[in-house]
């Protein structure tokens, strides 16, 4: 089926990764970047030079676009979403990627900064690549596969059905957001322009793998009120804000409940910003687990922790915060079991292995699932993301995009006439 196939997916990444699209959480636009605007405007071009003349970018930065049915059948609509946007945490200016032509299994030296090795031995996943193409950064920024390769994915198989119009499917919706990685990726969406009943995010990392389950979460906002008073002149008075901090973070545990202690289906406490003076200082905490009411205990920890703090210096005080971030998406896809069905025969359709896994994250679709559109996540071959040693096999980019080929000619196949 794709023998006679000239994939356009590797040479689509490399173009995109070099467009800066880093989201600042510090923002108050959306997008947040206008980098994000600049990747988006290509994508529409591009949309509209394969054949879909309707492909937009509204003023919020998202891109919308539809391939019209050529069934006869009523097939629901099926959207494929991907994020413009890389994570804040590592540069992403400046990218100059890498193709490592049939990789040969050895740790790769990244050339502009030298001591930045992926090796196999850190990078497990890598030892199952020897022989394919691996992309990686040149040392001293992120490369961007997260989600640049989901990008690039959805925008071949786009060409690959405009290329064969005799491949049997229904309308298929194509979605791109901004601002995913600072938690904003579907804040602005209008659902009614993308009118879809079902969806799925190119946002997982191994070859097959399929996630239908994401942590669930919460941002927590404390805020410290300090007093203060003239250094030379303090005693007794000044109660400064940035040590009653370091108490508090201090007194979290050290041995579990946080990010680089846990694993599997362990949740977690994460402070993930700082900032103040002696006077205010506002620390940021997200909180993560695939049991939602788990998060209330979390919140009740913090708390406990924050009250015992705030004792010990007379004269502070403190308000915590609470927002919602997105929730276990298997919540709403356990509901809607063909969804899941679908994807798995894609997968399989295209000699692969299914992966059933659940991420230690979140995704576009955990908070489009509760919004109305029950959305897992597909495989694209991103790897070691939110850092300098992310890398992606063209392979692995490949591959999934045949599988969504698939996943839209099953929709139709398992739709009765």
Request: charged content about 40%.
């Given at each position: 089926m794709f023998d006679d196939y000239q994939f356009t997916v590797e040479e689509r990444f490399l173009r995109y990764v070099q467009v800066d699209t880093q989201s600042d959480p510090l923002s108050k636009t959306q997008p947040s970047?206008?980098?994000q605007k600049e990747l988006s405007t290509i994508l529409v071009n591009e949309l509209k030079d394969i054949g879909i003349p309707d492909a937009q970018l509204d003023q919020h930065g998202y891109v919308y676009a539809t391939i019209p049915a050529n069934s006869h059948k009523s097939v629901p609509v099926v959207c494929f979403c991907a994020h413009v946007d890389t994570a804040p945490d590592c540069s992403g200016s400046g990218v100059k990627p890498i193709v490592h032509r049939n990789y040969s299994g050895n740790s790769i030296v990244l050339p502009d900064d030298r001591t930045q090795i992926i090796s196999p031995d850190e990078h497990p996943y890598l030892?199952?690549?020897?022989?394919?193409?691996?992309?990686?950064?040149s040392g001293t920024t992120l490369l961007g596969a997260d989600d640049k390769a989901g990008v690039a994915i959805i925008m071949d198989m786009a060409n690959y059905i405009m290329q064969y119009p005799g491949l049997k499917h229904g309308t298929i919706k194509i979605l791109f957001t901004p601002d995913e990685?600072?938690?904003?990726?579907?804040d602005k969406l209008d659902l009614k322009k993308l009118s879809a009943d079902f969806g799925?995010?190119?946002?997982?990392?191994?070859?097959g793998a399929?996630?239908?389950?994401?942590f669930s979460a919460d941002g927590i906002t404390i805020t410290l009120h300090g007093v203060s008073a003239h250094p030379g002149y303090a005693k007794n008075k000044m109660v400064n804000a940035m040590k009653v901090a370091a108490a508090f973070l201090d007194s979290l545990p050290e041995d579990h409940l946080s990010p680089e202690t846990t694993e599997n289906r362990e949740g977690f406490v994460h402070p993930v910003h700082i900032d103040g003076i002696a006077e205010k200082v506002t620390l940021q905490f997200i909180i993560r687990d695939f049991t939602t009411p788990k998060l209330n205990e979390y919140?009740?920890?913090?708390?406990?922790?924050?009250?015992e703090t705030i004792e010990r210096f007379p004269g502070s005080q403190a308000d915590f915060t609470v927002r919602e971030q997105y929730r276990n998406m298997k919540e709403i896809l356990d509901r809607f079991p063909q969804v899941s069905e679908y994807a798995k025969e894609a997968i399989r359709r295209a000699d692969i292995k299914v992966l059933a896994m659940s991420a230690?994250?979140?995704?576009?679709?955990s908070r489009l699932s509760f919004m109305g559109l029950p959305c897992p996540n597909l495989f694209t071959g991103e790897m070691a993301f939110h850092g300098k040693h992310e890398y992606v096999s063209v392979q692995d980019m490949q591959k999934s995009v045949e599988t969504i080929v698939h996943l839209a000619m099953i929709w139709e196949e398992k739709t009765d006439g």
């Open positions: 970047t206008v980098g030892k199952q690549k020897t022989g394919e193409d691996i992309i990686t950064a990685e600072i938690g904003r990726g579907v799925y995010t190119l946002d997982a990392g191994e070859r399929y996630e239908d389950e994401t919140e009740e920890f913090l708390k406990k922790k924050l009250d230690r994250g979140g995704t576009d679709g």
